[in-house]
């Protein structure tokens, strides 16, 4: 069976064709149909270029030189001193990497250690608090209030106050523990004394954004799954188990991602506290890194390096850790 197509009436006009778009036709297009929402964005992605972008480009190249206090360029009253540090390629990343460096690998020892036990006990308490906090109590308001206070304190003025507590001279804390016939400790000269004092200051600080944040997904969980559990018997450490974590999953990967690298890079706790001491026992890889820019001869090209090698495994660690994440994720709603 054929089927019979119908020609066009004579005189009639044919169809018009669309003019073709170039690439810069169509780019012009787009712009100007999203004209407002560039407008929008441009200012933050100018600043954001300007104070993320281009001091990344700068530390990147540094660390690919080995530019220091002395070789490079500066202005000595009407004298201009020209830069004379040479490009030495990944020379810096190979005697850091190496070991030659000689203080990488204990610093990222301790790094890691720092990190993995401030993390977790941010976690454990502020989802301890929080789980309290979700409950019907009195005076829950000023509960939530009062252990919010540490993260509306400013770091730097944290640590000055935790240095009167912890001063081992008429320090509040070495005075409390007099009182019950114990003798004071150092708490800021001694290594194992001032890395147990980092930790806890840092823990008291961190811990109320997991709480506000961990509250906040509690609040999000459906009450009916724990009725539904109460009602089949289940006990409280069960519905905490198989309804309050799973529920808190999403929250849960954010916020521990974000405090990983809060704390990885927790600079002014440290610095102002013990300033990487005694004898460099509490020196963090980012505190290493300020130390080589801005002490001694200042070593910028090794202190851009350590800038670069942490952004580098927090990028990787980031990484990894949002894939399994997902994974597991996908595993259990599968």
């Known amino acids: 069976m054929t089927t019979a197509t119908a020609p066009p009436h004579a005189g009639a006009a044919p169809s018009p064709v669309p003019p073709r778009r170039g690439p810069r036709r169509a780019v012009g297009s787009f712009l100007g149909r999203h004209s407002y929402a560039w407008a929008m964005v441009a200012p933050v992605v100018i600043v954001l270029a300007v104070l993320v972008l281009l001091p990344l480009v700068q530390g990147i190249y540094l660390s690919l030189t080995n530019a220091n206090e002395m070789n490079s360029g500066r202005t000595i009253g009407a004298n201009e001193i020209p830069a004379t540090y040479e490009f030495v390629g990944l020379q810096n990343y190979l005697d850091i990497l190496s070991g030659a460096d000689g203080a990488f690998y204990s610093r990222l020892v301790w790094t890691l250690q720092w990190t993995v036990i401030c993390v977790t006990l941010h976690y454990g308490l502020g989802l301890g608090l929080a789980v309290l906090l979700n409950r019907a109590m009195r005076f829950r308001s000023m509960y939530r209030m009062l252990l919010i206070l540490p993260w509306a304190v400013p770091p730097f003025v944290a640590a000055f106050g935790w240095r009167l507590i912890l001063n081992d001279q008429g320090g509040v804390l070495n005075a409390l523990l007099g009182l019950v016939g114990i003798n004071g400790i150092d708490w ?17 600080l961190g811990v109320p954004f997991m709480m506000v944040a961990l509250l906040g997904g509690l609040q999000t969980v459906p009450r009916e799954l724990y009725e539904a559990a109460e009602m089949d018997g289940a006990t409280p450490w069960q519905r905490f188990r198989a309804v309050t974590l799973p529920g808190l999953r999403p929250v849960s990967g954010t916020v521990i991602l974000l405090g ?16 990487g001491g005694p004898g460099g026992a509490t020196d963090i890889l980012v505190t290493e890194a ?13 202190a851009a390096t350590y800038g670069a090698i942490i952004a580098s495994m927090l ?10 994440l997902a994974k597991t994720t996908n595993e259990v709603q599968g």
């Open 315 to 324: 990028v990787v660690f980031a990484s990894f850790y949002r894939r399994w």
């Open 188 to 204: 800021l000269g001694e290594p194992l004394a001032a890395k147990v004092s980092v930790i806890m200051v840092n823990v008291w």
């Open 260 to 275: 990983t690298i809060w704390t990885f890079n927790q600079f002014p706790v440290i610095a102002l506290l013990t300033a």
């Open 290 to 302: 300020y130390d080589r820019a801005f002490q001694g001869i200042r070593d910028y090209a090794g």
